[in-house]
């Protein structure tokens, strides 16, 4: 590990920390910024690269935050939450899930990103190590790496659907490993980890950690955008897992920064008094918008686009082979697919450039998942219409057969 005692750790010439060399901007990144340079410039920029859904957050949430903000609840909030929300949360699980959460057990964080640090904070030392699925969302690493610690990208191919598998907890735990961070639905390839794989996880990883609780940390941010079987929780087979949630993607918040843990009663304080000093607290319009996710209302709403999402799936899925990406796995839930691009090239970077500036379609490159075979697959996010997404399939079309 670099650290200041170590001869291999250089600071920066900028006097930033070493860690800000090491955690990298996401490719995508530059690829948006490109985009939205070409857009200005007057380009049609069709954008399959976004991660996040193109629908507004639903009418009776934006409401509900507007009517709170009217009535002063302006203020900051307990740093874990409103109780009313962590009640909420908890009958949502009992009621959707068939799941008993106590509601002191749900801490509200900003987005599953400030979970994230959360849990980072409370359960990495420096040194300690997070395993990780290799492709998977690229933030989770360096979370790690801001405490000191490392995440361990696993390779987890089309064979294993890109999940981790009980084998893979085994082979890679070591004395230094805290926890196993694996997603269900996944980023970038949507797909999941049915109850019997992820009690089976639970297990692998309760047989390396001596039984504690607290080991195995499920993403369930994508819950809700599921296409091919009902959402599910870990939470239904392993009362000891963390879970990580937001409401950014199925309930369409991604700009009001609010999430959720789910974290082994013993937790809490601690957390709680990591939230007061690092947050003081989540968003407190958003907690009000929060609230009104569960009614009727918005629920069919949510129902509906789900529906759209699914029909731009199908089309996708259909689409993509014929123009000569493989799909070897399709996505049960997310918004993405991630394609096999080898019979085009083995530097996706350097091809998702090309496609956008010949095309006009930003798509994203698998090297922002990690390192396993990741020059030769790229990520579509069927996060926009259908005529879009028709015709980005016709401009690739007719650029593959140039
Ligand atoms: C797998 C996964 N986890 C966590 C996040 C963080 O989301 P947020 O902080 O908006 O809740 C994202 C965002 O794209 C994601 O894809």
Request: contains cysteine; hydrophobic residues 45%.
């Amino acid at each position: 590990m670099k650290s200041p005692d170590n001869p291999s750790y250089s600071s920066p010439a900028s006097g930033h920390a070493g860690r800000t060399k090491e955690v990298r901007p996401f490719q995508v990144m530059a690829i948006l910024a490109r985009a939205q340079a070409l857009q200005a410039s007057g380009r049609d920029i069709i954008h399959l690269e976004v991660g996040e859904p193109d629908f507004a957050t639903p009418e009776p949430m934006v409401e509900a935050a507007v009517a709170a903000m009217k009535a002063g609840q302006t203020g900051y909030t307990p740093a874990l939450g409103l109780p009313a929300l962590r009640e909420k949360l908890a009958q949502y699980y009992h009621s959707r899930f068939g799941v008993t959460v106590s509601a002191g057990r749900i801490l509200l964080t900003p987005g599953a990103s400030g979970a994230l640090l959360l849990l980072s904070a409370a359960r990495l030392e420096a040194g300690n190590e997070l395993l990780l699925a290799d492709p998977g969302y690229p933030c989770n690493r360096n979370f790690a790496r801001v405490f000191e610690a490392h995440g361990k990208l696993i390779p987890a191919g089309a064979g294993q659907r890109y999940q981790l598998t009980p084998a893979d907890i085994h082979q890679h735990w070591t004395a230094q490993t805290r926890a196993a961070l694996v997603a269900s639905p996944a980023n970038p390839t949507g797909t999941l980890l049915s109850p019997p794989q992820l009690s089976a996880l639970a297990d692998a990883v309760r047989a390396e950690n001596g039984g504690q609780p607290g080991s195995l940390w499920v993403d369930e941010i994508y819950q809700g955008l599921n296409y091919s079987a009902a959402p599910q929780t870990v939470l239904s087979v392993a009362d000891d897992a963390v879970v990580l949630n937001s409401f950014s993607k199925f309930f369409g918040m991604t700009g009001w920064r609010l999430g959720w843990a789910v974290v082994p009663e013993s937790w809490v304080p601690a957390l709680d008094t990591l939230a007061q000093n690092l947050f003081l607290a989540p968003s407190t319009p958003a907690q009000y918008a929060a609230l009104a996710a569960f009614g009727p209302d918005t629920m069919n709403i949510l129902e509906a686009r789900r529906a759209e999402l699914a029909q731009r799936r199908s089309y996708l899925l259909q689409a993509l082979p014929s123009l000569g990406f493989e799909v070897p796995v399709a996505p049960d839930g997310a918004f993405y697919i991630y394609a096999d691009a080898s019979r085009f090239t083995h530097d996706s970077l350097n091809f998702c450039t090309q496609v956008l500036e010949e095309t006009g379609v930003a798509i994203t490159p698998g090297v922002d998942f990690g390192d396993y075979q990741a020059g030769s697959h790229v990520r579509f996010a069927f996060t926009t219409r259908l005529e879009r997404l028709q015709e980005a399939v016709a401009r690739l079309q007719n650029w593959l057969s140039k």
